[in-house]
């Protein structure tokens, strides 16, 4: 006989560790399913929104166990491929289960206690019950309530289905949805007003224009575009089509809609913008290009994972998109992971224009309902469903129950990898982990591979295909060095630019040619200096000093966002001498703009791209030729597509190379020969001028031959001889505290039981060049584990020796930050 299950095991939206156990009462064990929704309360209080892992019938002995609150789903919200997903992460990454709960489910549909709900103005009060009218008029009393006041006025009934159903009703939102301002993007459009249902009226309308020329132009303009037939049927143009089809103003198609002939309504047109009116046929491949994917196709009969390496411009793209059909005609999802938000406005407007209305974009910089929106189209998996999901690394835990096919683009880029908060995963790495649970293929391409993922290819593990030709016979760009020592002994340089690249940058204007500057470095300039003392500002906060910002006038905290007012004087001798040091992306775009008054600049990083839009406006302005030179940081670098980029410009190529990290090499490899990828186009070769101390510099040699093989093969030298992956894994432990001597105490101990676990190595404690953080002083502990198959048994190991170490009353309060896989 089976035992009917009375108790569930639940994963909390909390950064804590493992299951808890619920009883189910009695009327509720039809309801119960696993990947369903619970409403439970933790602790005397709380009260949260919980996911089912697993029915059993074992109570637990250590603590007496709650009753469920109830059910939220009829059907399961999580899916098993999620729900495993998630534990093989918690156990992989060394991070609580709770913590990818949070970072998977919008915030929408995991409402909490603390939650604040706001009421809706305006809104229809018929047909509500007597608990959901005092909750609105309490509402309207306090402005906002939190889900455990709301419990209150209920008399402890079941807030969060009440809550569900205000929301349903259009009664209330919660907080995150007022405060990020969501509204559904709409389109002002043009049809025919109602009176004007037939060919006559549409004849006499026109005759009553003709004492109004330009009003009779709009009109006739709209009949030619829609058609007679059409127009009465309905159909309707876009406004802003008419205007400038037309090319008149608005006022004067104010006055044919002020005299009834035409109308103006709304329509939501959805998240994604400039959808194309005419799917198109996929563009044909060339023999590259046909002899890749056919490749491609082959080895994944044999694997699962391929890495596509194809040089830049050499129309990589179109092979996903090849790849993506044969996906969707056999009814799957797809998954097209990016590393960077703006490349999402370029590739978009190419996936829609041979897929139409079945993709869809998800990203961070959506609010929690538009996340919702997307989140429940892929869950549904039906006709009206997106079929393929454009998105950037919080994507790999969206609800797929079909996927066939992901496609991780750029894939050696380190944005895949989640630093803070908690957890951090690689979004790349999870991928394969994804489509194994799947049964699904993965495609991995990328101009400059991960030295991991190259080695994963050359030992077996992955299927490698090579594309080494450029689409359209592209010209791979001519690279100049410029020495920044000799043009400063020669006094020739301009600023911060050398001669050549002056050179370059103004044939490129006089031809009418687009310019790319790459600094990685935002900013006006990295820190101010007193001229007479050498005193510099620092942070309050963070042993670092405060970058200069001239367009806000502020001195900012790149670490925890402290921020003062520019100083005029020296904080020390009182010297009114200060001046910038270095130099950043604001800096260069102020003095480009100076030297180059005729050009049009514009500038791509962090500080210019804060809005939703931010990327794609820029972008679009340059590919539409409104901006002659932009500036960025390594967004720049990340696989954008411009036909008239000409001349590019890698300004301090050092301050990659000597960059205190074991992939220094690798990474300065990767931007300058991405970067350098945006120059050139069809029957003309473009230029990239590379300013550097080093000339000799045996990486800038590898970028100028484009000799990846070569600088693969160095790199992995030095990488066995220290013992660093591909040959290892890492494991970095930030351990931090207030007290610098409790930190440091705490470090070796820990340090000290970490060498008592076999199988890995320990180094550390070391002292980061940045010491203290957000008023924490920091100390790093570096392990390095052999591969092989006990090292799951070691990692565990070294989580139960950190949870040990924990639990001492003399360490409680130092925290210990588990990176596995470190970027």
């Known amino acids: 006989m089976v035992e009917t299950p009375i108790y569930i095991d639940v994963i909390m939206p909390l950064p804590v560790r493992g299951f808890f156990t619920y009883e189910i009462p009695s009327h509720l064990a039809s309801a119960i399913e696993i990947g369903k929704r619970a409403l439970v309360q933790f602790g005397s209080k709380k009260i949260y929104t919980a996911v ?35 534990e093989w992460c918690a156990d992989y990454y060394l991070s609580p289960i709770g913590d990818f709960y949070k970072a998977a489910v919008p915030s929408g549909l995991r409402l909490e206690s603390e939650t604040q709900i706001l009421p809706l103005e305006n809104v229809d009060l018929t047909n509500i019950s007597e608990v959901e009218q005092a909750i609105l008029v309490e509402l309207r009393k306090n402005e906002h309530l939190t889900i455990s006041e709301v419990s209150k006025i209920a008399s402890n009934k079941n807030p969060l289905k009440i809550i569900s159903h205000l929301i349903e009703k259009k009664l209330i939102v919660v907080q995150e949805e007022i405060r990020k301002k969501y509204k559904p993007k709409t389109q002002k459009y043009i049809q025919l007003a109602k009176r004007i249902n037939s060919e006559d009226k549409i004849i006499k309308s026109s005759e009553i224009l003709n004492r109004s020329p330009k009003q009779k132009q709009i009109f006739e303009k709209f009949i030619e575009l829609i058609q007679i037939d059409k127009a009465l049927e309905g159909n309707y143009i876009s406004k802003q089509k008419l205007l400038d089809e037309s090319e008149l103003s608005y006022a004067i198609l104010k006055g044919i809609l002020e005299k009834n002939i035409l109308s103006e309504f709304e329509l939501e047109i959805g998240r994604i913008q400039n959808t194309p009116n005419t799917i198109l046929a996929k563009k044909a491949l060339n023999i590259n290009q046909t002899k890749a994917l056919s490749e491609i196709k082959s080895q994944f009969e044999k694997t699962e994972t391929v890495l596509l390496h194809g040089v830049t411009s050499s129309g990589k793209t179109e092979i996903y998109i090849h790849l993506i059909e044969d996906a969707i005609k056999k009814g799957q999802q797809v998954l097209y992971l990016l590393p960077e938000i703006a490349l999402t406005s370029q590739i978009i407007h190419r996936l829609k224009a041979v897929f139409g209305e079945k993709v869809g ?175 510099v500002p620092t942070c309050k906060w963070c042993d670092v000093s405060l970058t200069y910002h001239k367009a806000i006038n502020k001195l900012v905290c790149h670490y925890c966002g402290y921020s003062i007012n520019s100083v005029s004087s020296c904080g020390k001798c009182n010297h009114d001498h200060m001046g910038t040091k270095g130099f950043g992306t604001e800096k ?100 990239v001028i ?88 920091v100390k790093n502990i570096l392990i390095k584990l052999h591969k092989g198959p006990e090292i799951t048994s070691i990692k565990r190991t070294i989580q139960s020796t950190i949870n040990i170490f924990g639990e001492q009353p003399e360490f409680k309060s130092i925290q210990v930050v588990i990176d596995v896989d470190p970027q």
């Not at 469920?68 to 999620?82: G, M, W």
């Not at 930190?743 to 980061?768: E, R, S, W």
Request: aromatic share 10%; net charge positive.
């Open 52 to 86: 089912i892992i697993k029915t059993h019938s074992s109570k637990p002995e250590n603590y007496e166990t709650k009753a469920i609150i109830d059910v939220l789903d009829e059907t399961p919200s999580l899916n098993k491929f999620q729900l495993r997903l998630w």
């Open 361 to 535: 974009v998800y990203h961070s910089k959506f609010s929690d309902a538009e996340r919702v929106e997307i989140w429940n189209s892929i869950s549904s998996n039906d006709s009206s469903s997106y079929q393929i999901i454009l998105g950037v690394r919080s994507s790999i835990f969206l609800p797929f129950s079909n996927l066939g096919l992901i496609i991780v683009d750029e894939e050696h880029e380190n944005t895949y990898k989640q630093f803070d908060p908690s957890p951090r995963y690689n979004a790349r790495d999870l991928s394969v982990v994804l489509a194994s649970l799947h049964k699904a293929k993965v495609l991995l391409g990328t101009a400059t591979p991960s030295i991991e993922s190259y080695y994963n290819a050359k030992t077996g593990r992955y299927g490698l295909v090579e594309l080494m030709q450029r689409h359209q016979d592209i010209k791979m760009p001519e690279i100049i060095v410029a020495d920044v020592k000799k043009a400063y002994k020669k006094k020739q340089m301009q600023s911060h630019f050398t001669p050549e690249l002056m050179q370059q940058i103004q044939e490129a204007l006089n031809n009418k040619e687009q310019i790319i500057l790459f600094q990685n470095r935002r900013g006006f300039s990295p820190y101010l200096e007193c001229g007479n003392c050498g005193w």
């Open 588 to 687: 260069v775009e102020d003095e480009i703009s100076i030297i180059f008054p005729e050009a049009k600049v514009a500038r791509l990083d962090l500080d210019s791209t804060r809005g939703k839009h931010g990327h794609e406006i820029i972008i679009n302005d340059f590919q539409n030729q409104h901006i002659d030179i932009l500036i960025g940081t390594q967004m720049v670098s990340k696989g954008l597509d411009f036909d008239h980029v000409n001349v590019v410009g890698i300004l301090n190529a050092d301050n990659m190379l000597k960059f205190p990290d074991f992939r220094a090499y690798e990474r300065s490899y990767q931007l300058m020969a991405q970067v350098s990828g945006r120059a050139g186009r069809k029957n003309k070769q473009g230029k």
């Open 690 to 777: 590379i300013q550097t101390y080093d000339t000799e510099n045996v990486i800038i040699n590898q970028v100028i031959h484009n000799n990846y093989a070569q600088m693969f093969e160095y790199q992995l030298v030095e990488r066995k001889n220290f013992f660093y992956p591909p040959y290892s894994r890492l494991i970095k432990l930030t351990v931090k505290h207030r007290d610098k001597n409790k930190l440091n105490k705490g470090a070796f101990t820990l340090t000290q039981a970490l060498q008592k676990v076999g199988g890995c190595k320990i180094l550390g404690p070391t002292t980061p060049s940045i010491i203290r953080i957000q008023n924490q002083y």
